[in-house]
Each structure stands twice: as C-alpha cells, then as structure tokens.
C-alpha cells in the first residue's frame, strides 16, 4: 500500500459565486480562485457544504468543477467534494474528481435528511468501494451535519483498513480531544488530521496536532499568520496572531457563516455579487457591517486585491 501525499496548510473553501439572478458566475468563479491563491492558500477545496454545493445541479457542479480544475492548472492542490448518499454514485463522482485532476477528494458519511442513516458496517464498505475507485486520498468529513456519529477508534480503523482513506477534517465539538485519540489511534496512516470550522478552534486543534485547516475562503493571508509560525515552531507567534484574527474569525463562523467570504470578496471587488442562492437569504445588512468592521481592523488583502 502506497502512502499517500502529505498534504498540509490552509486549504480553504472556495464560495460558489452566482449572480444577482442566481446564475453561475464564472467569471466571477475564477477571479475567487485567483484571489484565494494569491492570499496565500496552500491547497482549496471546491463543492463543500460551504461552496454551497447543495443549491447546484450535477451539471452545474461538473461545469464549476471543470472550470475552477482547468483555471488552477496545478497552481496549488484543489480537494473536490464528492459526498452522496449512493455508493455508486459517490465513486463516479470521485473518479470524475479524479480525471479532471483533483488531488483529493472529500466525502460525508451517508446520509440523508433528518433521519436516514446507516450503520458503521455499511459506512465502511461505502469507503471502501470509493477508495477502491480511485488513485488519489479520501478525505473523511466528520460534520454534525450529517448526524452521523464517527467515533475515533472506527475513523481510525477506516484509516488502518481502507487504502485511500488518510484525512480526516473534524467539525465536531471537542474537535481537538478527537484529533487527539485519532493521532493516537490511528499512527501513520493518519495523513492529515485536519481542523474544521473556519478555524474558530485553530490554535487548540494545532496544540492537538492538526496539520490542516479548512477555513472560510476570504482570508487565508490571516490564517496562514498563525500556522506558519506555529508549523515554523513558534507557538507564541502563532498565539499573538490567533488573538489579532479571533474576532473576524468568531464573527464569520457565528454570525455571517457560508455567506462571509463572498461579503468579503464582494467589498473588495473580487467579485460583483456576494448573494446567495435562492432559498437562501442575504446576509443581514448588520452582519454584514459587523464582519466588515472586524475585517478593516485587520487589511486583509481581500478588502484590496480588486481595487
């Protein structure tokens, strides 16, 4: 069994950017991605939760997924996000992901609505049968939106026992005490224990030995302030930093969520439009001041990059 890459740094989301019909705005698409890469991102990920990927359709996905592939031409790696709820379906979507150049894929256990869920059996074999798919890692996303329980010792056998699986990014509560026992657990084949939620638990999933952050897309430069550092063995640095950036971290994870890297795009003229898409409302004219506000305190380069 082949090791997989090691891949490590900011990987942020990238949003989906529509028009003020609600239209894909490609053009807009690629201007994100070229803002994301020159802000310092070491790696993105497309079609997540966040990139609001539950709005589009599989044709409207594969167009996005095509478009950001071939517009990044290996400038940095791109994760692509594969999750549904069929097997068969999901290892289709992944040897696409694949072919179209991905260096990774991410994946939700099954699961749909409220209530339809499987058991620890058949989540297994559905990694199985993707990873047996395809050539490239599986990153497992452990989310509470999935409302499906994953404990550390079965992502860590998941990690021992199928070939691809190797990431994991954590959303749960206590997300560095799980990173902990999954390190523990898992060994070597836990590639990349990664943090998730735009990094409001950084610094204790860091002390915890995430190696990854998958975070909002509107400021990696302010986040790569406090892994580099960390990462470069300067803990007191990185601790300086994730004090400075806190507040416009805790303001787009609490108050602005998958709408605040488009806020931010939009007010610095990375993009023209920073809605949503429909059913979806506008950000609150409130949060949106509040997350500016937060931002100019910092100059991060999105509030600058299209001006």
């Given amino acids: 069994m082949s090791k997989p890459t090691a891949y490590r740094g900011v990987f942020p989301v990238v949003p989906t950017i529509f028009d003020a019909s609600g239209a894909l705005d490609l053009e807009g698409q690629l201007r994100a991605v070229d803002f994301m890469i020159d802000a310092g991102s070491e790696g993105l990920c497309i079609l997540a939760n966040f990139s609001e ?35 068969a379906i999901c290892a289709e979507r992944s040897r696409r992901a694949q072919e179209a150049g991905a260096a990774m894929v991410m994946i939700m256990p099954p699961y749909h609505g409220a209530t339809i869920r499987v058991g620890e059996a058949a989540i297994f074999d559905f990694f199985r049968r993707v990873s047996d798919a395809i050539d490239i890692p599986i990153m497992i996303q452990d989310a509470p939106v999935s409302g499906t329980p994953l404990s550390a010792p079965f992502l860590a056998r998941m990690a021992r026992e199928i070939e691809r699986v190797a990431y994991f990014e954590v959303e749960t509560p206590q997300a560095a005490a799980k990173l902990r026992e999954l390190i523990a657990l898992g060994g070597e084949h836990v590639v990349g224990p990664w943090d998730g939620e735009e990094a409001i638990t950084l610094l204790a999933d860091l002390d915890a030995g995430a190696t990854g952050s998958m975070t909002g897309g509107g400021f990696p430069d302010g986040i790569r302030q406090i892994t580099d550092p960390y990462f470069a063995g300067d803990r007191e640095a990185a601790v300086a930093a994730y004090g400075r ?51 100019r305190r910092l100059d991060p380069l999105v509030l600058r990059w299209g001006r």
């Fill in 245 to 295: 950036w806190l507040p416009l971290i805790n303001h787009e994870n609490r108050q602005c969520g998958l709408l605040a890297a488009k806020a931010l795009m939009e007010a610095g003229g990375v993009i023209r439009c920073g809605l949503p898409r429909a059913p979806l409302l506008p950000l609150h004219p409130a949060a949106r001041e509040g997350l500016l506000d937060a931002a």
């Fill in 53 to 87: 990927q539950f709005v589009l359709t599989d044709a409207e996905r594969d167009q996005v997924m095509r478009a950001v592939l071939r517009h990044v031409g290996g400038r940095v790696p791109v994760i692509v996000t594969t999750t549904h709820f069929g097997t």
